[in-house]
């Protein structure tokens, strides 16, 4: 899990709907955020045996050991995984799309050509009908190998957000969300498998490749006893893909320090060789998400934007910012460096945003105090 539950500004950029997710305005009560895994089996969707190396990324990405614990220790009933979401809402849903050429596994036989949905829960994989595909009569359907409409020739693992997990919870806030915890399992995919052909959502192009309508259009969800998904991002898998064992290790391995050890760091760290010049600096970024953990962070990346960025500017940076974090959160628990707990819930301070960030704590190796590093949106991923 991370944490987003403080109040940011409201980037006078964005239109209203968009802005109204960094307004003051507490999220109220929680509501029902609908199922956790979409039901495509009483849609038609039928399972199917997994090809073993799609298998071990699937596994990768959402197989997780125990269960989420509250600060005083009481465990929940929502299961740990690999890839962290925010509040461990868990809106992403995994689909694969499989081309004319299939998908060659290795001990485990191919996928035929078709649409494929991820049940996380029960670790299965289902093969949509054929007949529930939809057709978007605005998009150009001239389209092929680059997934605009349709399978095309390659597969891809398509990644939707299913709203209402993040919505039940944050309400107005959810949106930015759906993209954090779609960047943080999309780089869990590049991690594991070093692709890198992504197309980034929302748009006709992924709702084709998926042959889903918009969310909007409920009817079409709901006769199918579906909840509304929001296809947000894709990637492509190359002929030769495979998943990094090393890696899948290191990624089933990773957690979030608790809170309460940043906590504990902060009170320490004045004790610490070198820290009290560091400290303004930590604590700039503390008043900024008012959350006073973060002070103990030994090191603090941050990424931001000017509060009168555009809309484009500001996806941009969401998108960047997250898989950016993301990657830092993964390469950190393969080199055990860091440990790192990432941070969502800033005010503008001096004319920019900090769309998101990451504490960390020292692993095995490191024992230093590092200021705060920040990335602005003029950067060059």
Do not use: K
Request: proline residues 8%; neutral net charge; hydrophobic residues 40%.
């Amino acid at each position: 899990m991370y944490s987003t539950d403080h109040l940011t500004a409201v980037p006078p950029g964005l239109p209203p709907g968009l802005a109204h997710a960094f307004a003051a305005d507490p999220p109220g009560e929680a509501r029902p955020p609908g199922p956790r895994v979409n039901p495509w089996g009483a849609a038609g969707a039928v399972p199917v045996a997994v090809p073993g190396r799609l298998g071990d990324l699937l596994g990768g990405l959402w197989s997780g050991e125990g269960f989420h614990r509250l600060e005083d220790g009481t465990p929940t009933n929502v299961r740990r995984r690999p890839v962290p979401s925010a509040g461990g809402a868990y809106p992403v849903q995994t689909h694969v799309v499989v081309g004319a050429s299939g998908a060659r596994g290795d001990g485990g036989g191919s996928l035929e050509p078709g649409r494929y949905v991820y049940d996380h829960d029960r670790d299965t994989l289902l093969r949509r009908a054929d007949v529930d595909s939809y057709t978007d009569t605005d998009t150009d359907t001239g389209a092929g190998a680059d997934g605009a409409v349709g399978p095309g020739a390659g597969t891809h693992v398509v990644l939707t957000v299913q709203p209402g997990r993040s919505y039940g919870r944050y309400r107005h806030r959810a949106w930015p969300l759906w993209i954090a915890d779609t960047a943080y399992a999309l780089a869990a995919v590049e991690f594991l498998t070093r692709a890198s052909s992504v197309r980034l959502g929302p748009g006709a192009p992924l709702r084709g490749l998926l042959g889903v309508p918009r969310a909007a259009e409920h009817e079409w969800w709901t006769r199918r006893g579906l909840a509304p998904e929001i296809p947000l991002a894709s990637i492509e898998l190359p002929d030769t893909w495979s998943v990094d064992a090393g890696r899948r290790e290191a990624l089933a391995a990773r957690r979030s320090p608790a809170i309460g050890e940043f906590a504990a760091a902060a009170r320490a760290r004045l004790c610490v060789v070198g820290s009290a010049a560091r400290v303004p600096e930590t604590r700039g970024a503390v008043e900024a998400c008012e959350q006073a953990w973060v002070l103990g962070a030994h090191r603090l990346e941050t990424w931001s934007v000017p509060v009168d960025a555009s809309t484009a500017a500001v996806a941009e940076v969401l998108w960047r910012a997250h898989r950016e974090a993301a990657h830092l959160c993964y390469s950190s628990a393969l080199t055990g460096e860091w440990r790192c707990r990432p941070v969502s819930g800033f005010r503008a301070v001096q004319g920019r945003w900090t769309v998101h960030a990451v504490a960390m704590l020292p692993g095995s190796a490191e024992c230093g105090v590092t200021g705060p590093g920040t990335r602005s949106a003029e950067e060059v991923a």
